[in-house]
């Protein structure tokens, strides 16, 4: 009888560990506190059920050592990794986002555990527009023997010919340790850029110049709020009460320390998901306006974005220019990848290729900024895939600094967890055949400093 009941107890225990994952976004003491007690259950399966509950779905830095400690516990549970090839067993994977990006769903310890379960050997995190200086990532690599490159993925302003300019991303991965005066000077340049902004928020400039990292942060924090109260009025002008939003559905919508454009979407996919999977008209009444929309993801492309885009949409910072963010990259250490190129125009691509393959800093010219064009990706197809490979390989051929310093095709899956559910993890069949040797080729483009070049 007590075994029946004991089974039974284990058996409530799981079940209520999977709804509390499946709920997701736990903050509140007594979820916390049930997973906290079910780690020490003598039954192995919960121990496993409950280290995985927390590590993926307990969110908030303030429990990051809560998260570490699950995955020390997990990594002694699990099986070794046996001989069957896991589907990207020895990749790198430069492009992937967690938590700290706002449009991120996996927390650090959750997103490096996953890549090491994926068999990925190389992992890049960046985050969005903002220095990455969390170390949750860097202990939980350290804890699961993989090799992280943290970093950032910047939208800076390309020029182009007849006085145009289109934004493009950029990733900068930190490939050393820098200097935090080298860094502060680099923030510096910021501060001025941006110094009539911080002004008209009261910030005082001088002590912004003086420790520009919280200045920054200030002022990303007021421009993305204000653009979030930009987007909610946006929505409330064209659907009124049908997507409104209270701020506390606002917060529980949000993985990481801010709400952002993109949590609205999480919001508005956590309130009105069925709606949106019926189909939701954006003219009411008007059947021709449907549209079905699956998750997060999709209401931020088909709605979120279209305000954000719209001519009322002032609140936004000017991106830094492609020329200064370059420079400023070679004193940092940081190296860059050119993310998705099926998402911007064969002029821009072309454009920054070549803008790139010298980056003056100091009246010197340096090779070997730019590493690659990401290439091994789920998002560049057919065509335009066969146009980015033709271009690298002749630039590589003929043009005279990637003659001598060539640009790497690049694996990047973009993935955000369950808010990118077509960019999984690793690369699967879309990678070179030769791992090991296309991984070191990579770590050594990665690690060694950009060149002087003498014409």
Not at 290 to 317: N, P
Not at 330 to 356: A, D, G, I, Q
Request: hydrophobic share 35%.
């Amino acid at each position: 009888m007590n075994e029946v009941k004991q089974a039974g107890d284990r058996t409530n225990v799981r079940t209520q560990i999977e709804t509390l994952k499946k709920r997701g976004y736990l903050r509140e003491v007594d979820s916390i506190g049930f997973l906290r007690r079910a780690l020490d259950s003598p039954d192995r399966k919960i121990q496993q059920e409950s280290c995985r509950a927390i590590i993926e779905e307990v969110i908030g830095v303030e429990h990051k050592e809560m998260r570490l400690h699950a995955l020390e516990r997990l990594k002694r549970l699990l099986p070794h990794p046996g001989p069957q090839k896991r589907p990207s067993e020895g990749q790198v994977d430069l492009h992937t986002h967690d938590s700290f990006s706002e449009d991120g769903y996996p927390t650090p310890s959750a997103l490096l555990l996953a890549a090491y379960e994926e068999g990925l050997s190389t992992l890049g995190v960046v985050s969005h527009n903002q220095r990455y200086t969390d170390d949750e990532a860097d202990r939980s690599a350290t804890l699961l023997g993989l090799e992280l490159f943290k970093g950032t993925e910047v939208s800076v302003s390309v020029p182009l010919e007849g006085n145009r300019s289109e934004s493009l991303h950029l990733i900068q991965l930190y490939v050393g340790e820098t200097d935090p005066e080298v860094i502060n000077h680099s923030l510096r340049g910021y501060v001025v850029q941006y110094q009539e902004t911080l002004r008209s928020l009261g910030y005082d400039l001088r002590r912004a110049l003086e420790d520009p990292f919280p200045a920054l942060a200030f002022l990303r924090e007021k421009s993305s709020y204000k653009e979030t109260l930009f987007v909610l009025r946006w929505l409330e002008e064209r659907h009124h009460s049908r997507l409104s939003l209270t701020p506390q559905e606002l917060e529980d919508a949000c993985r990481g320390n801010g709400i952002y454009p993109f949590t609205i979407a999480v919001a508005l996919w956590k309130k009105f998901g069925e709606q949106f999977q019926a189909g939701f008209e954006l003219v009411e009444g008007d059947p021709t306006s449907r549209l079905t929309m699956g998750g997060a993801g999709e209401i931020y492309e088909r709605l979120i974005r279209k305000a954000r885009q719209s001519d009322g949409a002032r609140s936004r910072l000017l991106s830094p220019d492609l020329k200064g963010m370059a420079s400023r990259a070679v004193p940092l250490r940081r190296k860059l990848v050119l993310p998705h190129p099926n998402e911007c125009s064969r002029e821009v691509l072309e454009t920054t290729l070549e803008k790139l393959a010298l980056v003056e800093v100091e009246d010197r010219k340096y090779a070997g900024l730019l590493v690659g064009v990401e290439y091994y990706s789920h998002k560049l197809k057919g065509e335009m895939k066969e146009w980015v490979g033709g271009l690298v390989e002749r630039l590589n051929r003929t043009h005279p600094v990637y003659r001598r310093h060539p640009l790497l095709l690049l694996p990047g899956s973009d993935h955000h967890g369950k808010f990118s559910p077509l960019c999984s993890l690793g690369l699967g069949e879309n990678y070179p055949i030769e791992r090991e040797p296309y991984r070191q080729q990579i770590r050594e483009a990665l690690l060694n400093p950009p060149a002087l070049f003498e014409e």
